[in-house]
């Protein structure tokens, strides 16, 4: 175990709806990166926060945001959900510049 | 544009013996590389790793070898284990300020008894 922990572990929602993922980094980490992964494929890079800061963006569209806290958890919400955002959402929590180690994700299933 | 991926989607192994999973990347610009491996139905787990100033590194029966001049990456799993049955990724990043990590496609690796 990581000590990286995602909630909830599973969601359903329907086009048009927003969603908000949460994510719990391991004591000492301050940087939370998420990452989407897509049925049979590699994660793809979202977003990374520290220090309460975006850090760098991967190639997805603004309706993807998020937040990092004074604790270093964070949060991922999607605007406007499309059926191609049913994924697997990972965070993952490091010091900065070092390893990443991921949560065990939240499977998202839009309809 | 950068990509990570790797060479085999699929490799069958018998327990015991032992297992190489290869990985290409083509961004020269690359210097940290993680070898993960993932569970049905979990979150990627941290194998090994290896920074772009070492051609080799050792862990507990992982070995990562790291080819700079052919952009070309592999893990060896020694006395291959019927827990080794999973996904593995090769990632990579460019040590930028974000230290984004890019993905391969993964190599799905089943241990026969």
């Known amino acids: 175990e990581t000590g990286v922990t995602q909630s909830p572990t599973h969601l359903i929602k329907t086009r048009g709806q927003q969603v908000t993922l949460r994510c719990s980094s391991q004591s000492g980490h301050n940087t939370v990166s998420w990452y989407q992964q897509a049925l049979g494929q590699g994660p793809q890079f979202i977003f990374q926060?520290?220090?309460?800061?975006?850090?760098g963006r991967g190639n997805f569209p603004p309706r993807f945001s998020g937040l990092q806290f004074p604790n270093y958890s964070s949060e991922l919400n999607v605007n406007a959900l499309e059926l191609d955002d049913s994924a697997l959402y990972l965070c993952a929590s490091s010091p900065q510049g070092e390893t990443q180690y991921f949560g065990p994700g939240t499977r998202l299933l839009v309809l | 544009g950068e990509s990570v991926g790797l060479h085999l989607p699929t490799l069958s192994v018998q327990e015991g013996d032992n297992s190489i999973i290869n990985c290409a990347y083509s961004?020269?610009?690359?210097?940290?590389f993680i070898w993960y491996k993932q569970e049905s139905g979990k979150g990627p787990q941290f194998i090994i790793d290896?920074?772009?100033?070492?051609d080799k590194r050792q862990g507990q029966r992982v070995t990562v070898l790291l080819n700079k001049t052919v952009k070309h990456l592999s893990l060896q799993i020694a006395a291959t284990q019927p827990g080794d049955s999973a996904v593995y990724f090769c990632?990579?990043?460019?040590?930028?300020?974000?230290?984004?990590?890019?993905f391969g496609a993964g190599t799905t690796v089943t241990v026969r008894a």
């Open positions: 990632a990579e990043s460019t040590g930028s300020n974000d230290y984004k990590l890019s």
């Open positions: 290896i920074r772009s100033n070492m």
């Open positions: 961004n020269s610009a690359s210097d940290y």
């Open positions: 926060y520290y220090r309460e800061e975006e850090n």
